[in-house]
């Protein structure tokens, strides 16, 4: 089973801590701040009261044991560098930081941080997409500059086949799944017929899927239904 170390639990730390417990994996939890580790007991195998920025202490914990460490101090940028260094020098095998500008991105990744994270910027680009079409579910941005969006069947998709459409050369776009009633199936073939507000997956690098997905507050078209709109 997979460990994390979580440092920092305010709350960005506590959710990560819950949601890694819900996951079904062993979480370490340390904070400065006795009221936060309290918080986070029932989603932790440990937790303890420290200050990360002292080598000892860090040392005592054995951070290369632990699969990934998360450094999820928010409000003291100087602590939160100083234990990405310390996790680093330590051994740590991942360190995943937490930033929330771009400065503060390239001094973690230079000084030990193995990947960063904006979580006040993800979730403020998520909700942005997610929020701006009624036919948009879900987005998921992947690495590589690469996105998968849940969102209803195009009108004029209705009735028609993944092979009259021709989906992947037209639009350079993968359809990864479709769902029909409360299951989603994963086996796309030809010869499958979308129907009306039906919710589907769609797999694809973000220049193509931009051209693919236009829409507004209201509607959901594809770039050929928008150019017939005009």
């Known amino acids: 089973m997979k460990s994390f170390l979580v440092i920092g639990v305010g709350r960005f730390g506590r959710h990560l801590c819950k949601k890694l417990y819900e996951l079904g994996y062993d979480v370490m939890a340390i904070d400065r701040n006795e009221d936060c580790i309290e918080q986070v007991l029932p989603y932790t195998l440990n937790s303890m009261i420290g200050d990360s920025t002292k080598v000892e202490f860090i040392k005592s914990i054995g951070v290369s044991n632990f699969d990934s460490c998360f450094v999820a101090i928010g409000d003291d940028f100087q602590t939160s560098l100083e234990t990405t260094s310390l996790l680093s020098e330590c051994g740590a095998k991942y360190v995943v930081s ?19 994270v904006y979580p006040e910027r993800q979730l403020a680009e998520w909700s942005a997409i997610r929020y701006s079409s009624n036919n948009i579910s879900n987005y998921i941005e992947l690495p590589g500059e690469n996105s998968i969006f849940e969102c209803k069947v195009p ?29 989603w199936y994963m086996t796309i073939t030809p010869q499958i017929k979308f ?11 973000d220049k193509y899927l931009e051209k693919f997905l236009h829409f507004d507050s209201s509607n959901f078209t594809t770039e050929e239904e928008a150019k017939d709109n005009d």
Not at 102 to 116: I, M, P, R, S
Not at 195 to 205: H, L, R, T
Request: glycine share 6%.
């Open 98 to 116: 937490r930033a929330s500008r771009d400065t503060q991105a390239k001094f973690l990744l230079k000084n030990g941080a193995d990947e960063v």
């Open 155 to 183: 009108k004029s998709w209705e009735g028609k086949t993944v092979l009259e459409l021709d989906i992947r050369k037209k639009y350079k776009v993968n359809i990864m799944a479709i769902k029909k009633g409360d299951s």
């Open 195 to 205: 129907e009306k507000d039906q919710d589907i997956m769609v797999y694809g690098a």
